[in-house]
């Protein structure tokens, strides 16, 4: 008896890793599914950055030009990881939605790994962040005729930086989601880290444009240290694996932080 | 219709008197108190519901905020990062009197978005079948929408310039120019945002009127001397770029706050205001006639 007991425990068993990968690729699945059903998806993934591409490209090619600076070389990182961002900003709404709607309510009463939901999520934003990279590379390249001098291991670097930063914006958000936990707050607030953390930075405008006080500031954020590291692995450039350091570490950090304060929050979530 | 509702109980209790007892005169006299026609009714209606939304915007300011404050750090980042790429070696200030009229526009022009979802909830949400179960004007639910819409557009337009006031933008024309200067493109917007509410009015879901509304949007101000003066175009978008409604506008709005005659700018975003809510307005109103 004792042993067809523990046999029938073990095959419960809800912890593991292999338990908590599967459990998340299920809920992957499941958030691909619902972000493929919206067909708005397009607008957000494909339109919108490249609208954004084309339109500092219009507004600042000449101006910069006077500055001696290839303004689309310089715009393509910024607007990269603005896609990016975005990304992770929706990934907020589809949270906050799944907590209102009871979703998560039914996941905790199910016997999936804890980890699946916060993974799922993490991950299906990542596929989206990823096509919207694919996609913009492509289009600067054959219609704004960006070029990248990169070697294989520069775009490996390139890609490490794009998950990284996704990956820290879906999880800070995930935390905005998780203390809100409506909807039309969430819409409403997830804007405002927008200006500070990417309008903000050496992404559009050099640090030599901004006031002389706002320059350190301007300088050493994470997402102007991670747009230098993009546009010096862009160029293939020698001294690109230093910046890939320090945007990396910033990255990094921010994402344990991020966790930390998200898997807090999360297990304190009783809706 | 209303003839059988009055009658109606006098049918059902025998006890009553015969139903042909009953003056005709008094029955016209009690439609005519219910009467739900008529300009005053109307706008007495639509101030009502206004109000009514206007209460849940203080209620739950979030929203109202985040929208003001969101333009008014687009106008303090843009300037602090471009200022020096338009105009090299000047001060900020005189690229914040350049740009605070665009960065307002923009501001506004985004909110339009958020305006054409608010209605697409008030028709999903049960508060329009509640309304048209009143006896209140038919067009109290749109017309409160855009009234509300245009106190909330102006509450952040002041924000920004308050904001703008700061860095460095002053108001230098007549009371009458900064009035033109504050009603302009509140004008306009709520003229774009009724295209927003007639996408809502037939949408299946609220991102609909954000798909439909964004990709243009942000072209349009793209493509406008908002940023930088024409001459930072390429040739071939520069007629694009001055005939552009908010490169019209935003040279309006600068002219009347730098006190400058702005007549003929001003005639062309009435017109074009005009002729926008005449066209969506009508749609919007048909569409929902026939909507349930």
Known sequence: MAILAKQMIAGRQETGWRRAIEDSLLITGRNLIRLRRNPIIIVAIAIFPIVFLAGFWLVGQKLMAAQGVNYIQYLVPIINLQALFFSGLGSSLMFAKDIESGMMNRCRAMPISRVSTIAGLV?????????????????????????????LLEWLGYLTLVVTFTATCITGYSILAIKLRRPDLV??????PYTPLLLLSNGFSPTENFPTWLQPIVRYQPVSVTCDALRSLVAGSDGSFPLFCYSFLWLIGLLALFGFLAVRAYKRLIV | MQQNNVNNPSTNN????????????????????????????TLHDIFIVAWRNMLI?????????????????????????FAQVVSPGEGFSGYAQFLL????VQGLLFNTVDIGGFFYNDLENGMDVRLRAMPIARLAAIGGRLLSSGAR????????????????????????????????????????????????????????????????????TF???????????????????TRNPVSILSDAMRAMASGEPALKNVVIISLCSLALCLLFGTLTVRAYQRRI
């Not at chain 1, 819409?187 to 405002?192: C, G, V």
């Not at chain 2, 042909?20 to 008529?38: F, H, K």
């Not at chain 2, 964004?214 to 072209?219: A, K, S």
Request: net charge neutral.
């Open chain 1, 187 to 192: 819409n409403a607030i997830a804007i405002i």
């Open chain 2, 101 to 104: 009229p665009f960065a307002a």
């Open chain 2, 153 to 220: 557009l102006l509450i952040q337009l002041l924000t920004i310039v308050i904001a703008g006031h700061f860095i460095g933008f002053r108001f230098q024309g007549s009371p009458l120019a900064t009035l033109g200067f504050f009603l302009l493109p509140v004008i306009f917007t709520l003229s774009i945002a009724l295209i927003g509410f007639y996408v809502a009015v037939g949408a299946k879901s609220a991102e609909t009127v954000s798909a439909v509304l964004n990709p243009w949007i942000l072209p349009f």
């Open chain 1, 123 to 151: 991950a299906a934003y990542m596929v989206r962040a990823l096509l919207a990279t694919l996609i913009l590379l492509l289009v600067a390249y054959v219609i704004f005729g960006f070029r990248a001098e990169s070697n």
């Open chain 2, 57 to 81: 915007d203080f209620r739950n300011p979030a929203s109202l905020v985040v929208s003001a404050l969101f333009a008014t750090s687009l106008l303090f980042v843009f300037t602090a990062s």
């Open chain 2, 14 to 41: 025998p006890s009553t008197v015969n139903t042909s007892d009953i003056n005709r005169d008094d029955i016209a006299a009690i439609v005519a108190a219910r009467q739900e026609g008529g300009l005053g009714r």
């Open chain 2, 223 to 241: 493509l406008s001397v908002g940023y930088v003066p024409v001459e930072g175009f390429p040739n071939w978008a520069k007629p694009i770029v």
